[in-house]
């Protein structure tokens, strides 16, 4: 069965550093997420992606963060400047499409820990 | 305000019990609703979903919701636990006219042999 990966599983760095975060998303998705869980918080919505553009973002996404398609194959996420606060589990996601009753396949997460 | 309430942050049941995990939502419109399950190490895994017709939605694993709108309730059920369903559940919605899910709290589940 087809499923979403994440790359790493588990990333520490230093604050003020700059994090890459990899997804590869089901082949013929074409709607792409980012969420995060911060240790012992919900899991909360950053930003969906469709057509090289970004659809929708919350306020946690600022311009710290970026997302790119960069290829036919990944997705990823940038934080430019990583703050102690931006550590959590990042999880993935992809739709085949971007309507509201469609299911959003979720990648393992990568843990991030900023020291 | 927009939310999803997982009145139960933790449940212990022992294999072979019943079990149903409380999700209630406030929204202005009936929102799209679903049941995810987190295992230790695993992404999310969709269990059900529901988005019109039949209140009764039966999801994999032996999983089953159904949608009261009058208490704005979704919550979930399984008529006899295993040990292997021990992890986290998620409910979440879609807002009308949006794909971003909004989730709750979580539950997080418990099996004794």
């Known amino acids: 069965e087809p499923e979403v990966t994440q790359t790493p599983s588990h990333q520490v760095t230093q604050m003020g550093q700059e994090v890459i975060l990899r997804c590869v998303p089901i082949?013929?998705?074409?709607?792409f997420y980012w969420y995060r869980q911060i240790l012992g918080q919900k899991v909360e919505f950053l930003v969906s992606?469709?057509?090289?553009?970004?659809?929708?973002k919350s306020e946690i996404f600022d311009d710290q963060f970026s997302v790119e398609r960069p290829d036919g194959s990944n997705f990823t996420l940038k934080i430019r400047s990583t703050k102690l606060e931006d550590s959590a589990m990042y999880f993935c996601a992809s739709s085949e499409q971007g309507q509201s009753q469609e299911t959003q396949y979720f990648g393992p997460g990568t843990r991030l820990l900023v020291l | 305000a927009q939310s999803v309430t997982q009145p139960d942050i933790h449940i212990t049941v022992s294999e072979g019990a019943s079990l149903e995990l409380r999700c209630n939502y406030s929204y202005g419109a009936t929102p799209y609703l679903f049941w995810y399950v987190q295992s230790p190490g695993q992404g999310l895994q969709l269990l059900l979903k529901?988005?019109?017709?039949?209140?009764l939605v039966q999801g994999i694993k032996g999983f089953e919701a159904e949608f009261k709108r009058s208490q704005s309730s979704f919550n979930l059920r399984k008529p006899s636990v295993h040990w292997s369903d021990a992890a986290e559940y998620f409910c979440?919605?879609?807002?009308?006219?949006?794909?971003?899910?909004?989730f709750g709290t979580g539950t997080r589940l418990q099996v004794f042999p």
């Open positions: 529901y988005f019109s017709g039949d209140t």
């Open positions: 979440a919605v879609v807002p009308y006219n949006t794909d971003k899910l909004i």
């Open positions: 082949s013929n998705h074409l709607y």
């Open positions: 992606f469709y057509n090289n553009e970004i659809s929708e």
